[in-house]
């Protein structure tokens, strides 16, 4: 059973930078196919995809967060993390990792809350 959990602060000030770490048990993150993604849910929103790292390595990013996001994965760990640069509150939603398989995304963390605020 493959299992995400997500970790990082609650809570962010404005401009700096939030980082967060998902943590995958269960399987490894450089399994041939797979792609572990970033995805949040604001307020009254729906889901945004941020973005994703391949088992390969291989990096993806949301044009529109192109220039705010870093994902990086450490296989020895067997985590990858998602840092977002500049936060405004406007960043404020929950926070979850997933594995995509194909065309399903078939393992979800938990998710986790962070607010920006001052």
């Known amino acids: 059973q493959v299992q995400l959990q997500e970790s990082g602060p609650g809570l962010v000030k404005p401009s700096q930078t939030l980082s967060l770490t998902c943590t995958v048990s269960?399987?490894?993150?450089?399994?041939?196919?797979?792609?572990w993604s970033w995805i949040r849910q604001a307020p009254g929103k729906g889901l945004e995809w941020m973005g994703a790292?391949?088992?390969?390595?291989?990096?993806y990013d949301s044009p529109s967060l192109k220039s705010r996001t870093s994902i990086s994965r450490d296989t020895a760990k067997n985590q990858f993390t998602l840092q977002l640069s500049s936060v405004t509150p406007e960043d404020t939603a929950k926070y979850y990792c997933?594995?995509?398989?194909?065309?399903?995304?078939?393992?979800w963390g938990q998710g986790t809350q962070v607010t920006v605020s001052s």
């Open positions: 997933a594995r995509r398989a194909y065309e399903e995304y078939d393992y």
């Open positions: 790292i391949a088992y390969s390595g291989s990096l």
């Open positions: 269960g399987g490894s993150i450089t399994t041939n196919y797979y792609y």
